[in-house]
């Protein structure tokens, strides 16, 4: 917090169990970073789940004077509490449409629909030509997936159908990578040359595919348009290679009372950890309702492929181990090789954030840092943060 300036706040530190911090010049020197590395590509910005979970209100505005002019949301619904804070901005909707009533919302929102299928297009060429208008949209190919989009043999089809008949003016076609971060999977090449097909039948719409990961996977993955979400966040894009971006969550939860335990006690539900010495236990305001990940246990959840299973968190300089399971509001923590009193009722102690790498923190539960960061908002506080002296 050294040198930084809270510039928002949402929700009350003092009165809710868990703060989170999230840092903004962090947040625009990872989409400065990404931009640079996207060469001549457009650098667009996903920013569905709510920012995943930090907050669109404030990242989205953020980044659009960082010169963000491409934003990506899951839903309609995402899609209208974004437009007011990126006026003029294109607005994505990934999931598509799937009714006239979504239609008719990103018609008075004017977001562009990313066609997820045949049925959707023919869906929104009938919403508009009932009204006399042709409004722009996306489509997607799936290419390796098997989530939402045309297969390529449809996609093809489709370009020379529309180029024909124009049905609706796509603005961009676009195919989403399933291992990006594993640079050497086969996949990768695989999905590139089908989408290269596609894109050719398409002309000169524009194109992408590359998400964080896909960035770092090299020039021939930029195409016209790079959609990273995760490594604006601080996530990492490439497994196993230094995370090359800036930390931009910072996730505490308050020590709500220090208990001594003797060696021989259980921890938690289950007694699955048993203390194998007189332990200082820290009982931290924060579990798996605040989108801590019960699979962080120190004990007792088995997990499917975790190195070292069991999370810790950071206080006072130091690590502290969990001990059993963590529990719905709290969890348990092992101070006892903190000097005594360094560590009191009321201090926070971090979950993630720059002592505790988030991807870290993800891999100790079995999980993603894509999890980690879109539940970990549900219950904190929210600061949001600049770089700047501090009054
Ligand atoms: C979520 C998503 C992205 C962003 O992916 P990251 O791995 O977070 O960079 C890009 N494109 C599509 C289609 C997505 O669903």
């Known amino acids: ?77 995402e899609g209208v509490v974004l437009r007011p804070l990126v006026f003029g901005a294109e607005i994505f909707v990934l999931n598509g449409c799937t009714n006239e009533a979504e239609c008719a919302v990103m018609a008075e929102a004017h977001l562009i629909p990313v066609m997820q299928s045949r049925e959707a297009i023919w869906l929104w060429a009938g919403f508009w030509s009932a009204r006399g208008g042709r409004r722009p949209c996306a489509v997607m190919v799936d290419t390796g997936m098997n989530r939402l989009g045309l297969t390529v043999a449809e996609a093809i089809r489709f370009a ?19 291992c990006a971060d594993e640079p050497a999977h086969p996949m990768n090449v695989q999905q590139l040359e089908s989408f290269h097909a596609v894109a050719l039948a398409f002309g000169d719409i524009e194109s992408s595919i590359a998400n964080s990961s896909g960035i770092f996977l090299g020039p021939d993955y930029h195409l016209d348009m790079t959609r990273p979400g995760i490594a604006l966040y601080g996530g990492e ?36 950890c048993t203390l194998e010495r007189d332990t ?17 246990s120190g004990s007792g959840v088995r997990l499917r492929d975790v190195a070292k299973p069991g999370g810790s968190g ?43 790498a988030l991807d870290d923190a993800a891999r100790s539960g079995g999980t993603v840092a894509y999890e980690m960061l879109t539940g970990c908002g549900r219950r904190a506080a929210k600061r949001y943060v600049e770089s700047g002296h501090s009054a």
């Not at 510039?7 to 625009?28: C, E, K, Q």
């Open 1 to 77: 917090m050294r040198g930084k300036t809270i510039v928002a706040r949402s929700g009350d530190p003092r009165v809710a169990g868990n703060r989170l911090t999230i840092d903004l010049a962090a947040l625009v020197s990872n989409y400065r970073l990404l931009s640079k590395k996207s060469g001549a590509a457009k650098t667009a910005a996903v920013v569905k789940a709510d920012a995943y979970g930090l907050g669109a209100g404030q990242v989205t505005p953020a980044l659009s004077k960082a010169g963000c002019r491409h934003f990506f949301v899951a839903t309609a619904q």
């Open 160 to 178: 020379d159908e529309n180029a024909r008949e124009h049905t609706v003016t796509a603005l961009l076609v676009m195919s989403h990578l399933a």
């Open 237 to 272: 894009p490439v497994t196993g290679a230094e995370n090359p971006m800036q930390p931009v969550a910072t996730f505490e939860t308050r020590i709500l009372q220090i208990r001594h335990a003797r060696k021989g006690q259980t921890v938690s539900y289950g007694a699955t």
């Open 280 to 296: 200082v236990i820290a009982v931290a305001g924060a579990g798996y309702a605040d989108g801590y990940p019960r699979s962080l």
């Open 314 to 356: 950071f206080v006072s300089g130091q690590i502290a181990p969990i001990l059993g399971r963590v529990t719905m509001d709290m969890t348990m923590f092992d101070i006892t090789d903190i000097p005594h009193g360094q560590v009191n009722t009321g201090d926070w102690i971090e979950l993630f954030g720059p002592n505790i």
